[in-house]
């Protein structure tokens, strides 16, 4: 059993004229095999908590903690947390011009195991992984998110979580810019890796249509950078139905 434990998560983010206060006291807990779903409008904090949990540098944590099986993740560099089993799928994945796919991700799995996979297995794991997320062949030299599509950038982030194993993986809008395929190929990623690992899963999303494939066993609520609620997967239903109007001038809890 894994564990990520978040109490009192206290975040600034640097501008071009102050440090501005995003998280005002987070707590969350995540246990593997469990998916939690984070919603809320824009700008309340969201993305921040995922940042925060990879270590992001833009991201100052002025209180609170963050731990991992116990282990204080906030005094961890971003290489150690990914060798804890932390895992990020960033919202605006970035290009690696002149580093191919295959490389960049077989550099990543020996970094994360400590040697380097068996070529043989390698090439076998990874090809039956890009095959179940309907992903050619020759995406394997292509440069890392060079001339990608959308679609494309948030299948080649499962397909890292897929063939790194993370303990816990948080999830940055992995559904936005997805059409309806897509959204499904990559939703059933997720629930693959999970079934077949374990993986606790952070799921942050404006929208329910990928919790239709991903079922959440918890969904929060982020208002002004707090859970303003949390609750089961009725919740995601309920905002799907009235909105995020009602926690505008409501107390977060």
């Not at 963050?66 to 947390?81: F, K, S, W, Y």
Request: charged share 25%; glycine share 10%; hydrophobic share 40%.
């Amino acid at each position: 059993m894994t564990t990520l434990e978040i109490r009192d998560l206290q975040v600034s983010v640097e501008t071009d004229t102050e440090h501005k206060e995003i998280l005002r006291g987070v707590d969350l807990t995540i246990n593997s095999g469990e998916t939690h779903a984070i919603m809320g409008p824009n700008g309340s904090g969201k993305s921040t908590l995922a940042y925060a949990i990879a270590g992001h540098p833009k991201y100052t944590v002025t209180g609170g903690t963050i731990t991992l099986d116990g282990e204080d993740v906030l005094a961890m560099g971003v290489d150690d947390r990914a060798h804890a089993g932390l895992f990020l799928a960033m919202q605006y994945p970035v290009e690696v011009p002149g580093v191919t796919v295959s490389n960049f991700l077989r550099t990543a799995k020996t970094s994360i195991d400590g040697e380097a996979p068996k070529l043989r297995t390698w090439v076998k794991d990874m090809k039956g992984a890009m095959e179940a997320l309907r992903m050619d062949a020759s995406f394997a030299e292509r440069n890392v998110n060079e001339g990608f599509s959308g679609g494309e950038k948030k299948r080649h982030e499962i397909l890292q979580m897929e063939l790194l194993q993370p303990k816990i993986a948080v999830l940055d809008e992995t559904d936005s810019g997805l059409d309806v395929d897509a959204l499904k190929i990559v939703a059933e990623g997720v629930n693959r890796v999970k079934e077949a690992t374990g993986l606790g899963v952070m799921l942050i999303t404006h929208y329910t249509r990928i919790l239709r494939y991903i079922q959440p066993d918890r969904v929060h609520v982020f208002i002004n950078g707090r859970v303003a609620e949390s609750g089961g997967p009725e919740l995601a239903d309920r905002l799907e139905a009235e909105g995020y109007d009602r926690y505008q001038t409501a107390p977060a809890v």
